[in-house]
């Protein structure tokens, strides 16, 4: 398969914990990513393999998959959460890049 | 620490050819493990993975893009270079370019983006 699809837009109340999600048949194979986007900025990494942060990324984020799916959890979201979140993954061919189609979070 | 920066031209007409320069500090693309990807956003959408290439040539197209996508690597100046052929209006977008690893799977560093607007 050659698609991730992501909820356009989740909300969450401040110090609340959401999850956000990503379905791809690609997920089956390989640990997704996640990059965060913040308002006239470059994407930024903040999860990656199975459970790895790039270091600086607070422990409140957390990544998950189950089968077809994989979920980025932030547990207690702060106010400079508020961004976009893209999940990311290799083709099933190994020979690709995709990613989804983003995820606008709204910290109320 | 890796630092990447693109440029090239704002404005480019229909059909035309267009080539941005991504310039790098901090990682070598002449040893074993460093890359280079081509990431793109046009305005309010999803980003695009368009093209890769790794220190020894290996390169990856999108395969949606691939007859108008050419990746090469000047690994003497530090510098990446992606052209895209008969530039049309839905090419308008942030152009990124952005640190991999042979194996990796994700970008970890990624330059500050260059606006390309296609018009006549």
């Known amino acids: 398969s050659s698609e991730l699809t992501q909820d356009p837009a989740v909300s969450v109340a401040l110090g609340q914990t959401v999850r956000i999600s990503c379905q791809g048949d690609s997920l089956r194979t390989y640990y997704p990513l996640w990059y965060q986007q913040k308002p006239g900025q470059a994407p930024a990494l903040v999860m990656y393999g199975k459970h790895s942060r790039p270091s600086g990324i607070p422990d409140r984020f957390s990544g998950s998959t189950s089968g077809n799916m994989a979920f980025l959890t932030i547990t207690g979201a702060q106010a400079e959460d508020e961004a976009d979140y893209h999940c990311s993954s290799r083709d099933s061919t190994d020979k690709y890049w995709m990613f989804g189609g983003g995820t606008r979070l709204t910290v109320l | 620490q890796i630092t990447l920066k693109e440029s090239g031209p704002t404005l480019v007409k229909p059909t035309q050819t267009l080539t941005l320069t991504c310039s790098f500090s901090?990682?070598?693309?002449?040893?074993?493990?460093?890359?280079v990807g081509w990431i793109r956003q046009p305005p309010g959408k999803a980003l695009e993975w368009l093209a890769l290439?790794?220190?020894?040539?290996?390169?990856h197209y999108s395969p949606s893009l691939r007859s108008r996508l050419t990746i090469t690597r000047d690994s003497t100046n530090n510098q990446v270079i992606l052209s895209m052929t008969d530039m049309g209006l839905v090419d308008t977008a942030t152009y990124y370019c952005?640190?991999?690893?042979?194996?990796?799977?994700?970008?970890?560093?990624w330059g500050q983006g260059a606006l390309v607007t296609v018009s006549s």
């Open positions: 290439i790794y220190w020894d040539d290996d390169q």
């Open positions: 901090g990682f070598s693309m002449t040893t074993s493990g460093g890359g």
């Open positions: 952005a640190h991999t690893d042979f194996g990796a799977h994700y970008f970890d560093s």
